[in-house]
């Protein structure tokens, strides 16, 4: 079942699906690495949960979670 990629848990793996963002904002999204069939980890979360750290590619990447809405995931079990 595909989520947002708001709603995952730190620790927690998977996979982008799509990113549902057009325009600019769309574009900044996939340049930043984040396009279907990405493989990431959660690593972590502000204390206000926004925004969220990504570990993918080798690099480590933080979305707010504004951004993070528009990226549909398939969660690892």
Not at 63 to 70: G, I, K, P, T
């Amino acid at each position: 079942m595909s989520v947002s990629l708001r709603t995952m848990r730190k620790d927690q793996k998977g996979v982008v699906v799509a990113v549902n963002a057009s325009g600019e904002l769309g574009r900044r999204i996939r340049d930043m690495g984040l396009v279907p069939g990405t493989e990431f980890m959660v690593v972590g979360r502000a204390p206000l949960e926004d925004p969220v750290a990504l570990r993918m590619k080798g690099f480590t990447l933080t979305l707010r979670n504004n951004e993070a809405d528009f990226i549909v995931v398939q969660p690892e079990d």
